[in-house]
């Protein structure tokens, strides 16, 4: 089992619930440092998200090398891999399929679940956990 969480503040919590009921994989997906644009007690509040994110991936992904220059000065990520925003087009190749599990070192056996959006009511959640696996 994988867990992929994104968007900042709403990382947060699919991260702890990952690592408490013992997700080998998790990986935070970063595209940037919004706690910038605060000040005070929030500024820090947003920084202390941003913290317990990246220690609670066991990968971090971000879009430039400069991001990921500074997670890796103030956190020291576990692992990081730049994905840059536009890259160039290219044809898939045989191995398509497995340049994920290749790049984090995710099993065939492994089952892989990927939730692009918000972990709230009405946005798939229940549907995706009661969803029959493949052998079902």
């Known amino acids: ?9 709403g990382a947060f919590f699919p991260l702890v619930a990952a690592r408490l009921i013992g997700v080998p994989w998790r990986i935070y997906h ?5 706690y910038l644009g605060y ?15 990246v220690l609670l991936a066991t990968h971090v992904v971000t ?9 890796e000065r103030r956190y020291r990520p576990a692992e990081m891999t730049v994905v840059h925003n536009c890259p160039p087009r ?3 190749g045989s191995n398509a399929r497995r340049v994920l ?18 972990f709230a009511r009405e ?5 995706l956990a ?3 696996g493949p052998n079902a």
């Open 39 to 53: 000040r005070g007690i929030m500024r820090y509040v947003l920084m202390m998200i941003e913290a317990a994110n």
């Open 90 to 92: 290219w044809t898939p």
């Open 63 to 71: 879009v430039n090398e400069a991001l990921a220059a500074e997670l």
């Open 123 to 127: 946005r798939g959640i229940e549907q």
């Open 1 to 9: 089992l994988v867990v992929q969480a994104h968007l900042f503040r």
């Open 101 to 118: 599990r290749d790049a984090i070192g995710v099993d065939d056996e492994a089952r892989v679940a990927i939730h692009h959006g918000t």
């Open 130 to 132: 009661a969803a029959p």
């Open 30 to 34: 970063n595209r940037g440092v919004s």
